[in-house]
């Protein structure tokens, strides 16, 4: 089979398209192609530079250099995080809700499969370690952004209740229950929602790259199936981590609620 090779002039072609989408958006006033023409810029360069980063940590196999390359993923990661809330904690809080649960689920899960299924020699190997790390950070950061972001505006929005039932006695953990279980459904929709579109609605990213790089589609699907079950394992140890301890920040040990830790708009 023929592997397919592209030239910049087919990208650039395919580039077109979001050409057309930012016409559209001057043209009905949807004020967006700002945006979509930064967010293009900014993918181009990432991927190019992340391109020229991989080629050179591929060379080198180094756990060192491996272990920095990961920690700079979670960090940028993280930063996401907190720039999407529309609320934030204060302080140290903001950055480290997002990193720490990140970095533990999706560290864990990536080491796991490394030493178990994939069987990397050696398990840090960059050409294993790094991008099988990329998928399932990048998932497992998408609903730990969603579950903080409900937790945070379910808190504010549900004040009154929550202080009335800590001032009847309950636990905060009684009080914020129903706020911590809505954080985390929240939280686990995406990867519920891939699992469940996979191969009738979708054909997920990974699979069609294999396929088109000329592996057999039995084998596709079978790594494939693989890289779902380690989101999703990543994405809800992650999720649970965030989201009860957003919920211990956002209460003190004397069961009271505390938003004055939040960040003022």
Known sequence: MTLISLS?????????????????????????????????????VQLTLIGFVLLKLFGLVSPLWTGITAIAMVSFAAYEIMSRQERRFQGVWAFGLGAGPMLFAAGLVTVFSLMTQIGADPWYH?????????????????????GLNTLIANTLRERNAIEAQIALGHTRVEALGPVIRQAMRTGFIPIINAMAASGIV???????????????????????IL????????????????????????TDERHRLRLDRLKQV
């Open 126 to 146: 960059p050409r294993f370690s790094l991008p099988l790390f990329g998928m399932i950070l990048g998932n497992t950061m998408t609903g730990i952004s969603l």
């Open 202 to 224: 979708s054909l997920p990213g990974m699979m069609t790259g294999q396929i088109l790089a000329g592996v057999e589609p039995g084998e596709a699907v079978k790594f494939q």
């Open 8 to 44: 910049y002039w087919d990208i650039a072609f395919a580039a077109s398209l979001l050409v057309i989408n930012a016409a559209l958006s001057i043209f009905l006033q949807l004020g967006v192609h700002r945006q979509l023409v930064i967010s293009a810029v900014r993918m181009v």
């Open 227 to 250: 890289i779902m079950f380690l989101i999703g394992g990543a994405t809800g140890i992650g999720v649970t981590i965030a989201v009860l301890a957003g919920a211990y920040r956002l």
